[in-house]
């Protein structure tokens, strides 16, 4: 909760704005029994008509100065709380965008989208009654007993006697509250992952008839939360009605222990009616504790998780400056451990700039790992990683990804126009840089042939590229940058043989230092350098014609893809 509390400062005005209207509230209601007893001592029992009329039209004013108090601190307390939530909900996503891998594994992305924005509500939702009734409930309690005490010692007594068990009781609902409503929250994650899933899969569904078996799963998951929702407020629910029958016991003593004392003279009847009013009042603030302690122990349970978002250490670069890359890469005796199982062993070759790298291997080889580490959205477990021979840990990991291109296996391009895809690359990107990053990726004259040509709109309420397209218009983003490394991950496998080799012809004029992971031969035949991947390891490694004489792997891929062309 402190790092959550550091928030509020920026509003500390509204904050003490608000804090200040509640007292005012605070005061008229402490100042109400009193005049009561008034009303009732020196107008009803004294029969003075116009004292009636003079308490009368004080507690009016109070009343009336408590109302426009109230009003107005709702004002201030929603400025403290939204801008609270704006301010966390955007640490949150900055933070997030500076997660690596490694904190993907640890948080899942729906329990992220819950943090971000379920969880910020539960803090608004507690900065918010904080700052309306949280202060006043103790802080009546306290002063209302003080007023008790200079009415009657005794009744007081009676009354501070009965306020340690409800504090109990109330510590006891806290403590459970935080726990439950955790798991409320780690449900709703639950239920988060699967309607993600289910609305990014809806096509795979539907094809494959599973509808009635993700409606059961979605179904299980709505119903867990469900019950743990109703477990955590039937515990808050119950506990309103216990404080309540506690709360009339006790006045039923204080008025029977009053009703002696009154009839044995010392107390006036306007003093008792005082009396059992600050009592009614103070337990009916420890049951309005009990709503309180609900939103309580939700932000608490939600400030955790934020939290927990917050601290995460990220080794983020801080200025993105730094030297500009030559593209020299080398590997020395590289390892990756991921989930206790060993990716990448020992890998060891070296790259020079400009020149063209080709990756080959079997499906779950590790391809896709061993560019990952390149723009360290991997970190490797073991070995060093030499970027123009600097180790890549004494780099800026934000001034080598903004020289470095990846384009991943699965293609990924944002709503907006085919323009604002491209452009995306580089934010400052001219017409002609666009133009001439997409003539290289091969995919200007589909986007001019396009009703609305680079204008036109993608994605849910566009057109839907295929996926060839797709991993053109991705390479034309990756090309628009000029990175100094290009990493192309089976990015060519959609394209027909014609256009692969044009995109191809072009990407050798580059002067970048292209990795290529390719399943054909053919895509990476070219290469200065091929590496053959295999379980992990750098089987082999050379030239094309030196691996075709080399290594009976390479020769026998070759041979059938060969087969496979003229057959
Ligand atoms: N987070 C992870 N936890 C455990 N294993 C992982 C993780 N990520 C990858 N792996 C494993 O590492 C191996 C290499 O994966 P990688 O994606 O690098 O292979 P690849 O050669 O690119 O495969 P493909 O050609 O099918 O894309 C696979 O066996 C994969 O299951």
Same mark, same amino acid.
């Given at each position: ?15 003490? =704005?608000?804090?200040?209207? @509640?007292?005012?509230?605070?005061? /008229? $209601? %402490? *100042?109400?029994?009193? +005049? ?67 904190h993907f594994q640890n948080i899942s992305t729906p329990s992220l989208v819950t943090r971000i924005t379920n969880d910020v509500i539960q ?18 309690? =306290?002063?209302?007993?003080? @007023?008790?005490?200079?009415?009657? /010692? $005794? %009744? *007081?007594?009676?009354? +501070? ?195 063209t790298i080709g990756i080959i291997g079997e499906t779950g080889a590790g391809k896709t790992s061993l560019l990952h580490l390149i723009p ?192």
């Amino acid at each position: 909760m402190r790092a959550i509390f550091s928030y509020t400062f920026p509003y500390k005005k509204s904050a003490s =704005i608000a804090l200040f209207l @509640m007292f005012i509230e605070l005061l /008229v $209601e %402490l *100042a109400q029994p009193i +005049l009561m007893a008034k009303i009732i001592d020196d107008g009803i029992i004294a029969q003075d008509f116009n004292a009636v009329l003079l308490w009368g039209g004080v507690l009016l004013g109070l009343s009336l100065l408590a109302f426009t108090a109230g009003v107005t601190n709702s004002f201030f307390a929603a400025d403290l709380s939204q801008g609270v939530g704006y301010d966390l909900r955007k640490d949150l996503f900055s933070k997030v965008q500076k997660f690596s891998d490694r904190h993907f594994q640890n948080i899942s992305t729906p329990s992220l989208v819950t943090r971000i924005t379920n969880d910020v509500i539960q803090i608004q939702n507690l900065l918010f009654m904080f700052v309306r009734i949280g202060l006043r409930a103790p802080l009546f309690i =306290i002063f209302a007993l003080v @007023m008790a005490f200079t009415i009657d /010692v $005794e %009744l *007081a007594l009676l009354l +501070l006697g009965s306020v340690p068990v409800f504090l109990l009781f109330l510590f006891f609902l806290l403590t459970k509250g935080i726990k439950w409503f955790k798991k409320v929250q780690h449900k709703l994650d639950g239920l988060n992952t699967i309607i993600r899933e289910n609305i990014a899969g809806i096509r795979l569904i539907k094809g494959f008839n599973r509808k009635e078996h993700e409606e059961e799963r979605f179904q299980q998951a709505n119903e867990s939360l469900v019950l743990q929702n109703k477990k955590a407020l039937w515990l808050m629910e119950v506990a309103m009605p216990v404080v309540m029958f506690g709360m009339n016991i006790i006045i039923l003593v204080l008025l029977l222990v009053g009703a002696q004392i009154l009839s044995s003279a010392g107390v006036e009847a306007g003093e008792l009616v005082a009396i059992i009013n600050y009592a009614t009042r103070i337990l009916f603030t420890f049951s309005v504790f009990t709503f309180l302690i609900m939103v309580i122990s939700r932000g608490q349970a939600s400030a955790e998780r934020i939290a927990d978002v917050l601290h995460q250490t990220t080794d983020e670069g801080a200025s993105g400056k730094g030297k500009e890359l030559g593209g020299a890469v080398r590997f020395q005796n590289v390892s990756l451990e991921r989930a206790g199982y060993n990716v990448l062993k020992n890998l060891n070759f070296r790259a020079v700039p400009g020149s063209t790298i080709g990756i080959i291997g079997e499906t779950g080889a590790g391809k896709t790992s061993l560019l990952h580490l390149i723009p360290r959205l991997y970190e490797k477990n073991a070995g060093q990683l030499f970027l123009d021979e600097v180790e890549i840990e004494n780099l800026d990991v934000k001034n080598i990804r903004r020289q470095i291109s990846l384009v991943p296996q699965e293609v990924h391009l944002f709503s907006g126009t085919v323009r604002e895809n491209i452009a995306w690359g580089k934010k400052d990107a001219t017409r002609k840089e666009i133009e001439v990053a997409a003539k290289q990726a091969q995919i200007h004259d589909f986007i001019r042939d396009l009703p609305d040509g680079y204008d036109t709109q993608i994605g849910q309420k566009g057109i839907v590229f295929s996926g060839g397209q797709k991993q053109r218009l991705s390479i034309a983003r990756a090309l628009v940058r000029k990175p100094r490394i290009l990493i192309l991950d089976d990015s060519t496998s959609a394209l027909d043989a014609h256009t692969e080799k044009r995109l191809l012809r072009t990407l050798e004029e580059q002067p970048s230092t292209v990795f290529l992971v390719a399943q054909k031969v053919s895509s990476i035949q070219k290469a200065d350098l091929i590496l053959i991947l295999h379980q992990g390891e750098i089987i082999a490694q050379g030239t094309h014609d030196e691996l075709l004489q080399q290594n009976e792997y390479y020769a026998e891929i070759h041979q059938s893809q060969q087969e496979g062309v003229t057959s």
